[in-house]
């Protein structure tokens, strides 16, 4: 079973930068996206931005699109969250996660694996 470890998280002030990384082990073989999910207090988790791990997808959410940007090193098993322009609702934990089938990209309930999570806070 795949296994994702986030790092790179942190305090930082609105407009400024953070880039959180993925790193996969075990089979990512198998691994068809693989992205960022965030969950702020009291709520749902939501799709932030999810790529395909060999293929040339990639779906961003809106209240993200032109602030983040999400990249791979598949030599190193790797994702990366590239966060600019950080604004307070940005505040989250941030959670990578890995699924094994073609579809339902953005809905977090179909992934199959997960890091244990990253806390990402934005001051204004």
């Known amino acids: 079973q795949a296994q994702l470890v986030e790092s790179g998280g942190g305090l930082v002030q609105a407009g400024g930068s953070l880039r959180l990384s993925c790193a996969a082990s075990?089979?990512?073989?198998?691994?068809?996206?693989m992205g960022w999910f965030r969950q702020a207090p009291g709520k749902e988790r939501e799709f932030v931005v999810v790529?395909?791990?060999?293929?040339?997808?990639?779906y961003t959410a809106d209240s993200v699109k032109g602030r983040f940007t999400i990249s791979r090193d598949n030599a190193k098993n790797t994702v990366y969250l590239q966060m600019n322009s950080l604004k307070p609702e940005d505040t989250a934990v941030y959670y990578c996660?890995?699924?094994?089938?073609?579809?339902?990209?953005?809905?977090?309930?179909?992934?199959?694996?997960w890091g244990q999570g990253t806390q990402v806070t934005v001051s204004a």
């Open positions: 996660a890995g699924r094994n089938r073609f579809g339902q990209a953005m809905d977090f309930r179909r992934y199959d694996y």
């Open positions: 075990g089979p990512t073989f198998s691994m068809y996206y």
């Open positions: 790529m395909c791990w060999r293929g040339d997808c990639t």
